[in-house]
Nanobody, 117 residues
Framework: QVQLVESGGGLVQPGGSLRLSCAAS????????MGWYRQAPGKQRELVAT???????NYADSVKGRFTISRDNAKNTVYLQMNALKPEDTAVYYC???????????WGQGTQVAVSS
């Protein structure tokens, strides 16, 4: 069973930065497309950014130019660098792994990001 462990969340002031990490275990990491999603209170979970096993990247319009997703296949880790944070970025951020062939999904436990002055 795939295990995903997120870290790096916290409280930051508007305009600040955070870097989220998601470490995967029990996987052949190259066989998974990875992504970050978020869920704010009272809202549905939404896509933030994805990166395929081949390195193709996709961002939600709301984070383009501010967030950067990357992956280190040697460390089985995906990152989300978040800059110029806004209060509306406040949410629980979840890491996702999807097998490139079988399309089964795995989720981490989530990490809280709060942007407030």
């Amino acid at each position: 069973q795939v295990q995903l462990v997120e870290s790096g969340g916290g409280l930051v002031q508007p305009g600040g930065s955070l870097r989220l990490s998601c470490a995967a275990s029990r996987v052949v990491f190259n066989n998974y497309d990875m992504g970050w999603y978020r869920q704010a209170p009272g809202k549905q979970r939404e896509l933030v950014a994805t990166i395929t096993s081949g390195g193709t990247i996709n961002y939600a319009d709301s984070v383009k130019g501010r967030f950067t997703i990357s992956r280190d296949n040697a460390k089985n880790t995906v990152y989300l660098q978040m800059n110029a944070l806004k209060p509306e970025d406040t949410a629980v951020y979840y890491c996702n792994a999807q097998h490139i062939y079988y399309k089964n999904n795995w989720w981490g436990q989530g990490t809280q990001v709060a942007v407030s002055s």
